[in-house]
């Protein structure tokens, strides 16, 4: 399975590129990962809020492929242990999916076409983080899901 994470704007705070770099290298020995990452919107003016997540919502549908299946990191997701989603991660490997597209939207949020195009909804936490951090706590969490299924010590070492 290949396991994608759709961003949108570039990671621009060294010591967390640092750590998404570290773990995204670990990632590479369980599973075939790609970090997919939209450029900011520019020339923005006055646009509403809804109006950007419109405008990043087309950019983020244009890099989900008809074959992924799209799990956007929401705050309304669902919650789970890191155990709970090694589970959640297994079941959709032995589903037969060929590609998982974690998709985390900028600042406002998803455009109702986004969220109409997912599949499902996970939850960090209930607490708001900064955008790019949740980056570096995702891929963290993922290689901890891959670590935990095939009971390596990473996981409560």
């Given at each position: 399975?290949?396991?994608?994470?759709?961003?949108?704007?570039k990671t621009d705070v060294p010591y967390i590129q640092s750590g998404i770099d570290e773990y995204v290298g670990r990632l590479k020995h369980y599973c075939d990962f790609?970090?997919?990452?939209?450029?900011?919107?520019?020339?923005?003016?006055?646009?509403?809020?809804?109006?950007?997540?419109?405008?990043?919502?087309?950019?983020?549908?244009?890099?989900?492929?008809?074959?992924?299946?799209?799990?956007?990191?929401?705050?309304?997701?669902?919650?789970?242990?890191?155990?709970?989603?090694?589970?959640?991660?297994?079941?959709?490997?032995?589903?037969?999916?060929?590609?998982?597209?974690?998709?985390?939207?900028?600042?406002?949020?998803?455009?109702?076409?986004?969220?109409?195009?997912?599949?499902?909804?996970?939850?960090?936490?209930?607490?708001?983080?900064?955008?790019?951090?949740?980056?570096?706590?995702?891929?963290?969490?993922?290689?901890?899901?891959?670590?935990?299924?095939?009971?390596?010590?990473?996981?409560?070492?």
């Open positions: 399975m290949t396991i994608k994470l759709i961003v949108v704007s790609e970090l997919v990452v939209i450029p900011a919107l520019k020339n923005l003016g006055k646009a509403t809020p809804d109006e950007v997540k419109e405008r990043e919502g087309q950019l983020i549908l244009k890099q989900l492929e008809r074959v992924d299946c799209a799990v956007l990191l929401d705050e309304h997701g669902k919650e789970y242990t890191s155990v709970g989603f090694s589970e959640y991660l297994q079941k959709q490997m032995n589903s037969g999916i060929r590609s998982l597209a974690f998709v985390i939207g900028g600042a406002f949020g998803f455009s109702p076409a986004v969220y109409a195009a997912a599949q499902h909804k996970v939850s960090l936490s209930q607490m708001t983080f900064n955008h790019q951090m949740v980056r570096l706590f995702f891929v963290e969490q993922l290689y901890r899901a891959f670590t935990i299924l095939r009971h390596e010590k990473y996981h409560n070492a």
